[in-house]
């Protein structure tokens, strides 16, 4: 399995993974420029992705979906609820509705249902043989039914949005901070770190923290938080890697 996150953070969203058959975007959230000069960049043709999976409809995660698609014919699966907030969307003959599990061959993708302010989200655990990658971004929570589902996979893509101090004595106002906050918002970084405890396992390979916030954020405090966290709760795993808006990740490979 090969992952890249192409781009993450409030600006725009976008992961590539491709496994021995496979190629598929995560979300489409930067322009059509940057996101095929990226997969250029890590040797990859865009008219070679073949799936693009939605995991909601914020434009951070959609803004490029409609010439993506246009121009490379490439296949989109949403919900039926995404498929109702995208009216602009004109190509249908190109969408598949998913609902719980998308498989492609013998690539699995399980949908889990998550916490934000939007008609629908998802997060995916993404599968082929015995390649395994979690993608959890965008969500005020995650559920404990999830958990067991979630464990000791190979690859943790995984939100850690904002230090909570740092949210709380920054410039947002303060229905914002309420937002970002809630339960229908973003993970801090303390969050990432405890539900991360129960998660890693002796499979986990690589932990890459996601969409962290410019503002409300540091790399430095993001990377300290799960160090903390994990040397409290006995668990000896250093992997860890912090996603950024511009630039690619180091490529994940197996």
Same mark, same amino acid.
């Given at each position: 399995?090969?992952? +890249? !996150?192409?781009?993450?953070?409030?600006?725009?969203?976008?992961?590539?993974?491709?496994?021995?058959?496979?190629?598929?975007?995560?979300?489409?959230?930067?322009?059509?420029?940057?996101?095929?000069?990226?997969?250029?960049?890590?040797?990859?043709?865009?008219?070679?992705?073949?799936?693009?999976?939605?995991?909601?409809?914020?434009?951070?995660?959609?803004?490029?979906?409609?010439?993506?698609?246009?121009?490379?014919?490439?296949? !989109?699966?949403?919900?039926? /609820?995404?498929?109702?907030?995208?009216?602009?969307?004109?190509?249908?003959?190109?969408?598949?509705?998913?609902?719980?599990?998308?498989?492609?061959?013998?690539?699995?993708?399980?949908?889990?249902?998550?916490?934000?302010?939007?008609?629908?989200?998802?997060?995916?655990?993404?599968?082929?043989?015995?390649?395994?990658?979690?993608?959890?971004?965008?969500?005020?929570?995650?559920?404990? #039914?999830?958990?067991?589902? $979630?464990?000791?996979?190979?690859?943790?893509?995984?939100?850690?949005?904002?230090? =909570?101090?740092?949210?709380?004595?920054?410039?947002?106002? /303060?229905?914002? #901070?309420?937002? !970002?906050?809630?339960?229908?918002?973003?993970?801090?970084?303390?969050?990432?770190?405890?539900?991360?405890?129960?998660? !890693?396992?002796?499979?986990?390979?690589?932990?890459?923290?996601?969409? $962290?916030?410019? /503002?409300?954020?540091?790399?430095?405090?993001?990377?300290?938080?799960?160090?903390?966290?994990?040397?409290?709760?006995?668990?000896?795993?250093?992997? =860890?890697? +912090?996603?950024?808006?511009?630039?690619?990740? /180091?490529? +994940?490979?197996?």
């Amino acid at each position: 399995m090969k992952i +890249c !996150v192409l781009a993450s953070g409030s600006e725009g969203n976008s992961t590539f993974l491709s496994t021995g058959q496979h190629k598929i975007l995560i979300d489409m959230g930067k322009n059509m420029k940057y996101i095929t000069e990226k997969l250029k960049e890590i040797g990859e043709d865009p008219a070679s992705i073949e799936a693009i999976i939605i995991s909601h409809t914020h434009n951070d995660h959609i803004s490029s979906l409609e010439r993506f698609i246009k121009k490379y014919h490439t296949k !989109v699966y949403m919900t039926q /609820k995404m498929f109702y907030d995208l009216e602009n969307l004109e190509q249908y003959e190109n969408i598949i509705i998913y609902e719980e599990d998308i498989k492609i061959d013998n690539l699995k993708i399980h949908s889990i249902k998550t916490s934000h302010d939007v008609s629908d989200s998802r997060n995916f655990i993404i599968e082929e043989k015995n390649d395994s990658a979690v993608y959890l971004t965008d969500t005020g929570y995650l559920n404990r #039914k999830y958990f067991e589902l $979630l464990k000791n996979k190979n690859y943790y893509l995984f939100e850690s949005n904002h230090d =909570i101090a740092m949210l709380m004595n920054g410039p947002y106002p /303060k229905w914002l #901070k309420t937002r !970002v906050l809630g339960t229908y918002g973003h993970l801090s970084n303390k969050d990432a770190s405890f539900y991360l405890t129960k998660l !890693v396992g002796e499979n986990t390979k690589k932990i890459v923290l996601m969409h $962290l916030s410019h /503002k409300n954020n540091t790399e430095e405090k993001a990377l300290q938080m799960i160090h903390d966290t994990f040397k409290e709760y006995q668990i000896d795993f250093e992997n =860890i890697t +912090c996603a950024r808006q511009n630039e690619v990740t /180091k490529v +994940c490979n197996d």
